[in-house]
């Protein structure tokens, strides 16, 4: 098996529409350089909504703790792990922060593949 690291921004698409745009679900394809990987399978998905630099500290001990298991708009990341269409593993996740004031939606990335 050989794992690489990608790092790079994707989009992605869904067969079903869903209604919460900070907590989506595994997407169902992936867009990447021009190709279009589909998923088989969903393998494993967790959540790390830890608050990094300035944000850790501009909440109270109580409600920081609620949000590091629940979250809060804006912070944290999604990550799934994918079995696709050619047998690869690919690793991705849901930045939930805001990409810029006029655009407020997160970002996906691909972070590896393994072959």
């Known amino acids: 098996m050989n794992k690489r690291f990608i790092g790079e921004t994707i989009n992605v698409s869904f067969a079903r529409d869903f209604v919460l745009e900070k907590d989506p679900p595994c997407p169902d394809f ?6 279009t990987i589909k998923k088989v399978k969903l393998l494993s998905q967790w ?5 990094t630099g300035s944000s850790a500290k501009n ?10 298991k629940k979250g809060s708009w ?7 792990e994918i079995l696709d269409d050619n047998n690869r593993v690919l690793e991705i ?12 939606s997160g970002q996906w990335t691909l ?3 393994t072959d």
């Open 30 to 35: 992936i867009h990447w350089k021009g190709d």
């Open 47 to 51: 959540r790390d909504f830890s608050r």
């Open 59 to 68: 909440m109270r001990a109580a409600h920081a703790e609620r949000a590091s």
């Open 74 to 80: 804006g912070v944290g990341k999604i990550y799934f």
């Open 93 to 104: 996740y849901y930045d939930r922060a805001p990409k810029d004031a006029a655009n407020r």
């Open 111 to 113: 972070l590896s593949i």
